[in-house]
């Protein structure tokens, strides 16, 4: 199983990113991912997760702004991220599975991450 994200970067508040993470190794299409990030001194939680039916979740502090796709052809999971606030900087995973579980890198697949900055 391989994850890679890509596409995180420096951004000014209110600017937009499209996080990208590429799957290997499973069955992309039938499985649940998930976004988590983790922004500095705190801990990890869920931003975002997609479903294999379609059925999405987005925490409270992203709904409205952020929208999460994929793309089956290209075992692909997207993030769009727009009307970046500055508390919006951490370090993005994407991972395998919905967001009804605590989010720890220590149990499953996850990938390294991408930094996202946001900050004038």
């Known amino acids: 199983v391989q994850l890679v994200e890509s596409g995180g970067g420096l951004v000014q508040p209110g600017g937009s990113l499209r996080l990208s993470c590429a799957a290997s190794?499973?069955?992309?299409?039938?499985?649940?991912m998930s976004w988590a990030r983790q922004a500095p001194g705190k801990g990890l939680e869920w931003v975002s997760g997609l479903y294999s039916g379609g059925t999405t979740y987005y925490a409270d502090s992203v709904k409205g702004r952020f929208t999460i796709s994929r793309d089956n052809a290209k075992n692909t999971v997207y993030l769009q991220m727009n009307s970046l606030k500055p508390e919006d900087t951490a370090v993005y995973y994407c991972t395998i599975g919905g967001t009804g579980r605590r989010p720890n890198r220590d149990f499953g697949s996850w990938g390294q991450g991408t930094q996202v900055t946001v900050s004038s």
């Open positions: 190794g499973f069955t992309f299409s039938s499985s649940a």
